[in-house]
């Protein structure tokens, strides 16, 4: 956790901004928070000063939350996105649960706020890969992985070298301290959000 958190936020009304900091300040957080609502002020705050996380709102005027979104995760993805808006959408939600939003808290219940700001930092940092030198300095040796994996047919749990039946999340969390997070492909959006049409995924940056 840095010792001060750089905040950026998109939000066109300056009485909003400063509710998010009142409470934020009630928590006991220190931070440095920077307000944009334009997009270029947004873009040029992501590269000139990349955040520790990013707080929007959604209707923007000129410039909405998931266009901002789109921008963040193409300039700084390892960066905690909070939608806190009081028009939460079916996208935003989506979103979340593909992983690609941190989270989202209304404006009516900003009390929350700085639990849901602290624990998307705390995911960030635990989910961020370190360095290989750090990990050679603790003496850190590589896993070995069978080359088969016994695996149930019917409910896909997997048997460790302890013959423990174990989910696929707790098997390769504990063998590689790989993390899942949950989410829903193109394929099963539909099922849980019918006439939403899922997120395209990130573009690949094309070649000069």
Excluded at 46 to 62: F, K, M, N, R
Excluded at 122 to 150: D, F
Excluded at 181 to 187: K, N
Aim: hydrophobic share 40%.
């Amino acid at each position: 956790m840095p010792p001060e958190i750089k905040i950026l936020v998109l939000e066109d009304v300056p009485a909003e901004a400063a509710r998010l900091d009142r409470e934020l300040a009630r928590a006991g957080l220190v931070f440095r928070s920077r307000r944009v609502e334009r997009r270029e002020d947004f873009v040029q705050a992501l590269i000139e000063q990349p955040p520790d996380v990013i707080l929007s709102d959604h209707g923007l005027p000129s410039f909405d939350g998931l266009a901002a979104l789109a921008l963040a995760q193409e300039k700084c993805p390892d960066v905690p996105f909070i939608f806190v808006t009081s028009a939460l959408t079916p996208e935003m939600e989506i979103e979340k649960l593909t992983g690609v939003v941190a989270d989202c808290v209304p404006k009516s219940r900003l009390e929350a706020l700085p639990v849901v700001l602290l624990n998307a930092l705390r995911r960030a940092e635990k989910s961020r890969p370190r360095p290989a030198t750090e990990r050679a300095v603790e003496g850190e040796k590589a896993p070995v992985v069978p080359p088969v994996l016994p695996i149930c047919s019917s409910c896909r749990k997997i048997r460790d070298r302890h013959n423990q039946w174990k989910p696929a999340e707790e098997f390769f969390r504990e063998l590689l301290n790989i993390r899942f997070t949950h989410g829903l492909c193109p394929d099963c959006t539909p099922k849980y959000f019918p006439g939403v049409q899922p997120p395209a995924p990130p573009s690949s940056p094309g070649r000069a």
